[in-house]
Each structure stands twice: as C-alpha cells, then as structure tokens.
C-alpha cells in the first residue's frame, strides 16, 4: 500500500510520458514554439528598425509573451485537432471556472506571495542588507503600453502555458522549476524572483490542479504584476 501510495505521489510530481507519440508530441511543440518566436522575434526587430515601436526591449518581450499563446493554439487546434471547447476545458478557462470562489482563491494566493516579499524585506532589515529586485531595471524606460500589458496580458499568457499547458504534461514541480529558470536572468539579492516564482509556480501548480480553473493563478498573477508596476510608478 505504502509502495503504491508513493508511486501516485511520484506521478503526480513527475507524469512524464517518456511513449513515442509523447516524445513526438513534446518534439512538435518546441518546433512551433522555436518557429513563432523567430518569426515574432522578427517582426519586432522589423518594427523597431521601422520606428514603428521605439523600445526594443519591450516589443521583444511582447513578442515572447504571445509565442506563449499561440504556442498553445496552433499546437492544440492544428497538431491535435481540438475543438474550441475541449481547448476551453483543457486549458481550465470556461466560464464554468470562473467562480467567486476562483476571485478568493486568486486573492489568497496574492496574499501569500505579498506576505513572502515583506519577510524578505524583514530579513533584510533584520541583517542590516539592502534589499533590491530588478524590478525597476525590467520596467524603466518602458511605454505606457508596456506597463498596461505587464498586468493585463503577461498574466494570462505565462499562466496558459506554465499552469494550463505544462502541468498536466510535466507536473506541479517541474512546470515551477521551468516557471523560476525564467526569472533566474533577474539579479536581485537574495534571488527574490526565482525563489518567488518558485512558491508561486508551485502554489498555482496545486491550485490549478485540484479546481481545474486557472483563472486564481490568473487573478493573483495580475495582482503581482499590478503591484510591481504600481511600485515602481508611484
């Protein structure tokens, strides 16, 4: 029984199908996500040499950011024939999902990542240590647009792929280890980032996958980014 019950705990961190119709599955996908992203990474090279945009850092990461989404669409729709609802289904955003309980749930979780940041500020004031995110280094110099679409479309984009999509396919720990290498570029003391996108990515992980809804990573993945933004504004 023991064995048993740790072989269920190990699928559910790991259920990793290493089958060849998973590995071709797996393969496709990283072939359209590597495509999009150099043919948006393109066209937002195009715009800034244009003039059409005039920040090259902010359209790159919009141009990532929607690689996200259409990642996920094409590979759904195009590779494994989905209808629109069964994607709706899949990727937890129904309006069936979208619950008052999904709002406190997304407010509970923003208030655990809130409270994580203010005892990293603890610590810091306890051990007399600046402490300091990259925050205002992603943000200065940034459009109005790009302030707008860090708390509106950031949050829906990297929660379908990072919750939504890999998930079910890699697992609560893998999916937030993924989740955290992508602030690991933010040089913050303590890696603040990484070790916050960690807790968040595998809180949301769990949450994801025991109400089947993504709009609380959603709702409290747009607190965060709102309240960064606001941070560094005000």
Do not use: C
Not at 117 to 136: A, D, E, K, W
């Amino acid at each position: 029984m023991q064995e048993r019950s740790n072989e269920s705990l190990l699928h559910k961190l790991f259920p990793i199908d290493f089958s060849i119709s998973s590995i071709r599955s797996a393969a496709v996908f990283l072939l359209i996500f590597i495509v999009l992203l150099f043919f948006l990474s393109y066209i937002a090279a195009v715009f800034y040499v244009l003039g059409i945009v005039h920040n090259e850092v902010a359209v790159g990461n919009a141009a990532t950011e929607f690689t996200f989404l259409l990642s996920i669409l094409l590979y759904m729709f195009a590779y494994k024939g989905m209808s629109a609802k069964d994607v709706v289904s899949a990727l937890g955003i129904g309006r069936s999902r979208l619950t008052k309980m999904a709002f406190v749930i997304g407010i509970a979780l923003f208030l655990v990542l809130f409270s994580f940041s203010i005892i990293i500020s603890l610590i810091g004031y306890v051990t007399n240590t600046t402490v300091s995110t990259n925050t205002q280094l992603v943000l200065a110099n940034e459009p109005l647009w790009f302030y707008v679409f860090t708390f509106t479309l950031v949050p829906v984009f990297e929660e379908l792929l990072f919750r939504a999509f890999l998930v079910p396919r890699l697992g609560i720990l893998l999916s937030a280890v993924i989740f955290a290498l992508g602030h690991a570029s933010y040089n913050s003391t303590f890696g603040i980032e990484i070790m916050g996108a960690l807790l968040f990515g595998l809180l949301a992980g769990w949450i994801f996958r025991k109400t089947k809804s993504l709009y609380p990573s959603m709702i409290a993945h747009m607190l965060v980014n709102a309240l960064a933004v606001a941070a560094y504004i005000i």
